[in-house]
């Protein structure tokens, strides 16, 4: 074997992935990120039991912040979630949210919006959980498992990864999105 045979494989063998799947993995990433968001509203739409039982369930009457919100136990902006919790603007807000990431994610399509949105969102959940935290007010430990870096966090970087490498063009349908007139003139749709 010849000295360019050798490092011709050497470098083959330790060069990254191809585009085509570095694309392919986050087409995936942005599937499974989406259907998190809009499981997440089905869920508490419908009550499904996973996270919302059905007596619980927006349909039936149950609100899908009081019962996060009102338990928040931590963090300086504990008094604002519970004035919040229960709130019917705060639940239409938090549900379209929910809805809208999902389903555009998904999609594909408005990945930057998606992204704000969705990062926002995480933000306020995040705040509302407050990871730094050790201890709740009563004195209980606070269950977080690492002072920073929790889920939220880690769906917040997912859909700024998403959105700032155009995900949706992988089987989604963020080419067509783009060639829509108005989306091509406000590039922020994107």
Not at 139 to 156: E, I, K, Q, R, T
Request: aromatic share 12%.
């Amino acid at each position: 074997m010849s000295v360019d045979q050798t490092t011709s494989q050497t470098t083959a063998r330790s060069t990254p992935l191809s585009t085509a799947a570095a694309m392919r993995s986050l087409a995936t990433l942005r599937i499974a990120t989406g259907f998190v968001f809009l499981w997440a509203f089905l869920d508490k739409t419908f009550g499904f039991g996973f996270a919302t039982p059905a007596p619980r369930a927006w349909i039936n009457g149950g609100s899908p912040t009081k019962g996060f919100l009102s338990s928040v136990d931590v963090g300086p902006l504990q008094g604002f979630f519970h004035s919040i919790a229960g709130a019917a603007w705060a639940d239409w807000l938090f549900m379209v949210g929910l809805l809208g990431v999902g389903l555009a994610v998904l999609a594909g399509v408005a990945l930057r919006v998606s992204a704000v949105a969705g990062v926002a969102m995480m933000a306020m959940m995040w705040l509302a959980e407050f990871p730094p935290a050790t201890l709740t007010a009563t004195g209980a430990a606070s269950g977080s498992s690492n002072p920073f870096l929790d889920y939220h966090v880690m769906y917040a970087i997912a859909l700024v990864v998403i959105a700032a490498t155009f995900a949706g063009t992988t089987w989604g349908l963020g080419r067509a999105w783009a060639h829509i007139p108005f989306v091509n003139r406000h590039r922020w749709m994107l």
